[in-house]
């Protein structure tokens, strides 16, 4: 079966490239026009999935007077159905070498949604960064949603390895969109075995279907379904990339935090026209069981709004700040407010003047300033928290795999300085070292 839900990847470029200048610039002829204007509207009229606006964008379009260069003409006929439409997916554009390929396409017998697209495995099936976080915090980052057996094996390998953290961060914010599977695929992690959650209804009008989206019954891997979820989104977030933060924010099993996404909920298909013109035409109408709406227009609306680039210290801080109040063990939670306070720091713009007094030797550790950076070592720059706190990251030079803190006893004339390596069980061992010139 068709899988309607599926938001199709060439929408990514449709919201790009507004119209093409790829391709034969001969003009167009008015048999020409009036050839593409009737196969698109026949489109409309058979696909868009509201179809009192598809007559009347036909209406419309078969009485302008269109121009006959071909971006031109494009670009009229684009403008003319957003306005009418009011729908950010609809498009229409000339790319003779995309139309070229959709045509080969349509001609040739569909491989299936296995096919594996030639650019999925050179980004790692859209998944770039897997990794464990300060406070075992995992972290995923995903730039889009394919559908081969590949890309699902990668995010079960993705969850499999983050399958012990206290806390998941899926990073969506330069996600474009892809397939609505992915989403439904991870949502699952996040249920109760048997607990299984309808996501979505997808209509699609041109199969007068109504299509059900549901949590998965059988998933290979660790459920968490008590485990704490945060999606970061950005207005670069767009389709099925938003299906899957919108659907976890309406059940409350995410925190969706950034900004607001790109807002298209109408899933579609990219079309050969004619004469090397090409449509996106929406055919689906996606809605939350939760909500009874979409996110079409007015994207997903995070939770706690922030720069995306500073969403993930701002989620470490609102945990750190949580964790820090239930933890009942004093070496974890000073090792928790050291990371609050480091994630406060990553969150704060304004720059610390530093005091040159804070340089030159204390034990063998020797400090400088450069360009109002305090240096610790060679390279290493120490980040400031405060005019006494700073903080070295993966400690001296890069080294170690325990963080450092370095403290001054006095912000304007420091005669000492304790030398703290935050271990990882929360113990933070401290040395104090005088200042020898």
């Not at 003319?80 to 139309?99: A, G, M, P």
């Not at 109040?325 to 994630?343: G, V």
């Amino acid at each position: 079966m068709k899988n309607y839900w599926n938001l199709f990847l060439g929408y990514t470029f449709l919201c790009i490239v507004p119209f093409s200048v790829i391709g034969q610039q001969t003009e167009l002829t008015e048999p020409e026009k009036k050839t593409i204007v009737t196969s698109f509207s026949e489109r409309l009229i058979k696909s868009y999935v509201f179809e009192d606006k598809a007559q009347k964008i036909s209406s419309t379009l078969n009485v302008m007077k269109l121009p006959n260069d071909r971006n031109a003409f494009a670009k009229a006929i684009d403008d003319t159905i957003r306005s009418l439409s009011d729908d950010v997916h609809l498009r229409f554009i000339f790319d003779e070498q995309q139309y070229n390929a959709l045509k080969q396409a349509v001609d040739t017998p569909d491989p299936g949604s296995e096919a594996e697209n030639p650019d999925e495995k050179s980004s790692n099936y859209g998944f770039e960064k897997v990794e464990i976080l300060n406070g075992n915090i995992g972290y995923l980052k995903i730039n889009q949603f394919y559908e081969t057996e590949a890309a699902f094996k990668a995010a079960e390998a993705s969850m499999t390895f983050l399958r012990n953290v206290d806390a998941y961060i899926i990073d969506l914010s330069n996600n474009g969109g892809g397939s609505g599977k992915m989403g439904q695929f991870l949502a699952s992690y996040f249920f109760e075995e048997g607990d299984n959650k309808l996501l979505l209804t997808n209509y699609n009008r041109e199969a007068n279907e109504l299509i059900q989206e549901w949590s998965l019954f059988t998933i290979n891997g660790k459920r968490v379904p008590d485990k704490p979820l945060y999606i970061i989104v950005s207005a670069k977030t767009g389709s099925a990339a938003e299906a899957f933060p919108y659907a976890m924010q309406a059940y409350k099993r995410a925190v969706v935090v950034g900004k607001k996404t790109w807002g298209g909920a109408h899933s579609g298909e990219l079309l050969p026209i004619e004469n090397g013109f090409i449509a996106f035409v929406p055919s689906g109408r996606v809605l939350s069981p939760v909500t009874n709406s979409n996110w079409e227009k007015v994207g997903v609306i995070p939770d706690v709004e922030i720069q995306s680039d500073l969403a993930i210290y701002k989620i470490q801080e609102l945990l750190f700040s949580k964790w820090k109040q239930e933890e009942t063990s004093e070496p974890r939670k000073n090792y928790l407010n050291w990371y609050e306070m480091y994630s406060k720091l990553k969150l704060n713009s304004e720059p610390v003047k530093l005091n040159p007094n804070l340089s030159g030797n204390y034990g063998d550790v020797n400090l400088r300033i450069e360009n109002n950076k305090l240096i610790f070592g060679k390279t290493q720059e120490l980040i400031p928290y405060s005019e006494t706190v700073f903080f070295a990251k993966n400690g001296y030079d890069n080294s170690y795999k325990n963080d450092l803190i370095i403290e001054f006893d006095n912000p304007k004339k420091p005669t000492k300085l304790f030398y703290k390596v935050i271990l990882k069980n929360g113990e933070i061992v401290t040395f104090p070292l005088d200042k020898t010139k």
